[in-house]
């Protein structure tokens, strides 16, 4: 009898430290490998965990094609040393950008790239991030407060708008009546307009009108329709960027308007576009590449984590894009 009972309990024994070997995730959460959560059908989900850098990007309006393009570059260039980015859209509003800001500090992330909408009222979010120790990529457009910056990485500007002005100076030698659509708030506008300016001193040119487009296509159209209702003759318009280029030629051909040199600064797929069709009034852009820029920027951006030797400053190289260089650069993607 007492060996029958030995053999039963021998049985039992046996069975219970099996189910204890084949039991998963015992213990408490820190003895398991993967923890999971309750996903919202109930069922379970492993938690989202990256490994080295977190980046955060934040530019001036992601309706705008260059700041998407420059997005994608980056996150090109992080993905392959397997970090992360994460993007926040201000759609133009400063207010929205500081405060996007401030929950990418709350979010932990390691290092911000940053296009200002407005170069002087981002100041506070550029103190949280320092106060916060995250380091500032400015990219692009420069913030004021430069002494609030890590680094920063854009395009030569003043350059971009020289070009644009040469060449109207080519065209029109004997000067002209022109129109300037810019955008205080924005410092690489400021820069190429300024660019544009100096290269036309002493030209004989007269600025008919000045307006703040916000770097906006529909803005743009509305105010050189405006413009336009007051000033039978025009010789030319300098604008800020590629959007607002296409915005003031929609807006000379719709109101009939001949002979007139349209500039921009960008070298987008859209300008070059309409740079390649017969008779339009687009003469040409002085032309920057955001895809070296986000590369560039991410360079950077790794350098200053992995506390290693980075330039403080880059300016990449800006170039002249017209109708008869298009078809080298091609329409359907930027250089």
Not at 48 to 74: A, H, Q, R, W
Not at 81 to 88: A, G, R
Not at 285 to 297: E, L, M, R, V
Request: charged share 30%.
């Amino acid at each position: 009898m007492k060996k029958k009972i030995l053999s039963v309990l021998l049985v039992v024994l046996t069975a219970s430290m099996m189910l204890a070997g084949c039991k998963k995730n015992v213990g408490t959460p820190e003895d398991n490998a993967v923890q999971e959560t309750e996903n919202e059908d109930g069922g379970e989900e492993e938690e989202e965990v990256y490994d080295g850098y977190t980046f955060g990007y934040s530019c001036i309006d992601m309706g705008n094609p260059y700041f998407d393009t420059l997005k994608k570059s980056i996150e090109t260039s992080l993905n392959e040393k397997e970090y992360h980015l994460v993007t926040k859209d201000p759609g133009s509003d400063v207010e929205l950008q500081i405060q996007q800001i401030q929950e990418m500090i709350e979010e932990g992330v390691d290092a911000v790239f940053l296009c200002p909408v407005d170069w002087e009222k981002i100041t506070p979010a550029l103190e949280a991030l320092k106060e916060a120790d995250i380091p500032v990529i400015n990219i692009d457009t420069q913030v004021k407060e430069t002494g609030l910056i890590t680094a920063y990485v854009g395009s030569d500007n003043k350059n971009a708008g020289y070009l644009c002005g040469e060449d109207l100076v080519k065209h029109r030698p004997d000067g002209g009546k022109i129109v300037i659509l810019e955008c205080p708030s924005m410092n690489s506008i400021n820069e190429r307009i300024t660019g544009f300016e100096s290269a036309i001193t002493n030209a004989g040119f007269e600025v008919l009108a000045r307006a703040d487009v916000k770097g906006k296509k529909d803005t743009a159209k509305e105010e050189m329709k405006r413009i336009l209702t007051d000033n039978p003759k025009i010789d030319a318009v300098m604008c800020g960027n590629d959007q607002v280029a296409l915005g003031a030629v929609e807006a000379l051909e719709e109101a009939g308007r001949k002979d007139v040199l349209v500039y921009g600064v960008d070298g987008s797929p859209g300008v070059k576009s309409e740079l390649s069709k017969p008779g339009t009034l687009m003469e040409g852009t002085g032309a920057q590449s955001p895809i070296n820029i986000g590369k560039k920027a991410v360079e950077v951006g790794i350098a200053i984590l992995d506390d290693d030797d980075y330039e403080r400053e880059t300016y990449e190289e800006t170039f002249f894009i017209n109708k008869e260089n298009v078809e080298m650069y091609g329409t359907d993607g930027w250089q």
